[in-house]
């Protein structure tokens, strides 16, 4: 039969919607991909670079070309703006300082998932501001966590803490700072243009860290290319593309599998720093590796995915709004 001439072929509703969300998920899985890889980069960086300097190529770099897609966000600032922007900046340049300062000194593997344990910092860190305790997710994630610490202390038949250095004690602290960042973040951004918000904190972290390479008297010479591709890797893809990629694919899916894939960027670290750094992990940092993922995922999404009729939603204590800096996983 032939079809008539002015009959137009249909996209039901459904599939349309559902391609979207694959189109979405394939999204944030290249962020967790990015943010992962970033790790790589991050130590091949520090190998040549301060980590300052480093710090102040990144985030000049993402500053300047947020300000310039996002200068519709920037007309007509108010003061509270500003200031919460300024209180935010200054956790995420603290965090990133101490998580490159540490990665001087541990592998980019592990750090991929000390980092990612301020995930399950923040519930409790949001209780000792707001006086709201975590539920019961929340304790077993970190009992869960404190465990795959413990396994990445061990060094075989040399007991708890012998496999602790330096970098160790650095990652764990700048978890504390990005927790209290994220926190920050999520309690200002019901207030405040989120965007502007992270256009704000990304300049705050380029000045901040270039006050100091000025004080400090840190060189920017001597860096070959690969050192400096390296932070134009940062600055372009795991600062800024991957908030357009974030900020955009949330919007097309699930809260829960929004949470997951982000997860991924500690597995994407750890993989990443095996093929291209040839880092090598014991078994018992491998079996911490996988208790320190289980409890982000607990963390994240209460484990309702396994649930029947559970409901598709990612429960925190705040309505966080990601940053555009990067890095709900901070490679970052």
């Keep these: 039969m032939k079809k008539n001439n002015n009959e137009t072929t249909r996209t039901s509703p459904g599939k349309t919607a559902h391609q ?7 999204g944030l899985l290249l962020t967790a991909m990015i943010w992962g890889t970033g790790f790589v980069f991050s130590k091949q960086a520090v190998t040549e670079m301060d980590p300052m300097a480093l710090m102040a190529t990144r985030f000049t770099i993402a500053f300047i070309i947020s300000a310039v897609v996002f200068r519709k966000h920037l007309v007509n600032m108010k003061p509270g703006l500003v200031k919460s922007g300024v209180i935010i900046g200054v956790l995420l340049l603290l965090a ?38 975590p539920d019961s997710w929340n304790f077993l994630s970190a009992f869960i966590m404190l465990g795959g610490m413990a396994c ?6 040399q007991g708890l803490f012998s496999n602790v250095n330096a970098g160790d004690i650095f990652t764990i602290v700048c978890a504390f700072f990005f927790a209290a960042q994220i926190l920050a973040n999520g309690i200002y951004a019901k207030d405040y243009d989120p965007i502007a918000l992270t256009v704000i904190q990304l300049g705050v972290a380029s000045v901040g860290s270039i006050l100091w390479c000025l004080f400090a008297g840190t060189p920017f010479t001597g860096i070959s290319a690969e050192g400096w591709l390296s932070a134009l890797y940062l600055g372009v893809f795991s600062s800024f593309l991957c908030a357009l990629l974030q900020t955009v694919c949330q919007k097309y899916t699930t ?36 208790l320190i993922f289980i409890a982000i995922i607990i963390s994240e999404t209460k484990l309702s995915f396994l649930r029947p009729g559970g409901k598709d939603k990612m429960i925190l204590p705040v309505e966080a ?9 901070a490679d970052h």
């Design 255 to 290: 809260p829960t599998h929004a949470a997951i894939l982000m997860c991924l960027e500690t597995v994407f670290g750890s993989l990443a720093s095996y093929v291209f750094l040839h880092e090598q992990f014991t078994q018992i940092m491998i079996f911490g590796f996988a």
């Design 96 to 133: 990133y300082s101490l998580q490159m300062v540490g990665l001087q000194y541990i592998g980019a593997g592990k750090q991929a998932f000390l980092t990612g344990t301020y995930v399950v910092i923040v519930p409790f860190m949001f209780w000792a501001v707001k006086n709201k305790r």
């Design 152 to 157: 990445l202390s061990l060094t075989p038949g």
């Design 20 to 26: 979207k969300q694959v189109w979405a998920d394939l």
């Design 321 to 329: 709004n990601p940053d555009i800096g990067g890095d709900h996983g």
